[in-house]
Structure formats: structure tokens, C-alpha cells
């Protein structure tokens, strides 16, 4: 892609792009290595708004991120979804593209958020199927991203490690591994956030997802925690973040991600420095 070429081989460190936090980041840039923008949001943007996506681009390192491809699901990705990928890629010069583990739509009807398909040999076929056309029809493959639940997936024959690593490993993709989503679901679900994390293929991650949630009322006097986008990344994720650090040698592009309640920019810097802090300490240690 055309930033690709820049990138360096060092871990780096940004934040998502929000309306709500341009102006800010700009006035940062000194200690934001790049910025995540939603992919969703610009593919029917005027081209004035992509000019600027593309200056804003050359002043700092630049990823997309998708929302609503719905890459895991049996059904194909309509090549048109795929296209407007394509063309944002183009005309923005960002380096690179990631989407979600997701099923998001069938029968042509939204459902309106990121659910977890069941985990199964078919919902796998499907995610290498779309995967490999979305690479055809893109240029490049996306980065895949695991995601929060709430509830199990019915009809599941695997668990959620094994099925992120047969997709990755079976597609031949990379994945941006949201730390906070593997925590939420682990201790929603009665797992050890740690081993989870070691049991992923850990070789393939190239990006890394921090954000925050808050813990709410669950069924039968059970509590969950909802991945929100409105909190603090917690101390827990942070320990997540050090680990991987430990495990995974290869160079790591870390991103906090808010999508409300925002805090002032100085807090955001801060967690920033903290995710630094947390990393740096994981390599100390491996070394």
C-alpha cells in the first residue's frame, strides 16, 4: 500500500481518530506515533474530507479500521463492500487495513453491532473464504481483530482460541489482538486472561486494541463486563499488554481506542506512556 514503504520496524503507539479529538491530537503529535481512523466512516465522506484524510496522512502514520464487512460468516462479502475499502486505502495513503472477526448481517438484514458467530468448521471456511477474497480484491489483507461477547455462542464445536488460530493460521493473515476483548471475555466466562493469551498465535500479531469497559448486571446475579470504549484502559490489560510484550518479539502497533466520555488529552497521553511502560518492561523481561 502507499504508506507501507515508512513503516518502521519499532513499536509504536497511537490513538484512534475521533471528531472529538482531532484538534488535540494534532496539537500531540509529537507523542502519537499514528492514528487509527474508522474505515466505515469516510466510505461516502465528500472528497474534500478525504483531501484532508490524505494530508493528515503525511503528517503521521495512518490505519484503517473496519466495522461492518462481517468477515466471519458463511455468507461471501459482497464485492462492493470490499471495493470501497479498496478505493478509501487509495485515496487516503494509509498503510494498512483491519477488520473484525465478526458476523454483522444475513439475509440481508443488519444487526447492527459486532456478534460472535458460532464457532465452528463452517463459520471458519467462511472466514478464509471472505478473508482471501477480501486480499484479491483489496490488494492486501486485512488485519483480523477478535471480539467481545456477552454470550456464548451457540452451536459452537470449538473454543475462541482455537477458532482465532485456525482462521489466522488457515488465511495466512495477521491479527490485531484487542486485549481488552480477550480479558472481558475471559473473565466473563470464567477463564485465566493469561493462558488465553498464550494459547493464541501469538507470532502473528502485528497490532494490539486497549480500551476500557465497566462491569454490569448479568443474569442470575452474575456480572459481566461490557467492552464500552468509555473507560480507562485498566490495570489488568495493561499486565496483558506487559506479557505480550514478554511473548511476542516482533515489532507491535499499539492503539487506545475511546469512543465517548473522553478525557481530557493529557489522560489519553498518559495511558499512552503507561502502554509504553508496559511493553518495554515485557521486552526487559523476555531479553
Known sequence: ????????????????????????????????????????????????DLRALRTLAAQVSMVLHGVSLGLASTVSVAPGRLDRVARLLEATGAESWSEHLAFVRGGG???????????????????????????????CAPLVENIATLVAPPASQLDEAEWIERIVCGAGVGLLLDLHNLYANAVNFGDDPHTFLRRLPLERVTAVHLSGGRWIDGPYGARRLLDDHLHDVPPEVFALL?????????????????????????????????????????????A
Do not use: K
Not at 507523542?31 to 466510505?43: C, G, N, P, S, T
Not at 514478554?246 to 502497533?253: G, K, N, V, W, Y
Not at 487506545?256 to 518492561?281: M, S
Open 1 to 48: 500500500m502507499a504508506g507501507a514503504a515508512a513503516v518502521e520496524h519499532r513499536d509504536r503507539f497511537g490513538l484512534g481518530w475521533r471528531p472529538e479529538l482531532a484538534a488535540a491530537i494534532l496539537a500531540h503529535l509529537d507523542r502519537i506515533d499514528l492514528i487509527e481512523v474508522i474505515a466505515d466512516d469516510y466510505f461516502d465522506a465528500p472528497r474534500r
Open 109 to 139: 438484514i443488519e444487526i447492527g453491532h459486532l456478534a460472535a458467530p458460532p464457532r465452528s468448521e463452517a463459520s471458519i471456511e467462511g472466514a478464509c473464504r471472505n478473508l482471501d477474497r477480501a486480499a484479491r480484491i483489496v490488494g
Open 242 to 286: 506487559r506479557e505480550l510484550g514478554r511473548l511476542a518479539p516482533q515489532p507491535l502497533t499499539v492503539i487506545i481506542e475511546r469512543d465517548g466520555r473522553f478525557p481530557p488529552i493529557a489522560r489519553l497521553l498518559e495511558q499512552l506512556d503507561i502502554a509504553r511502560a508496559a511493553l518495554a518492561a515485557g521486552r526487559e523481561a523476555a
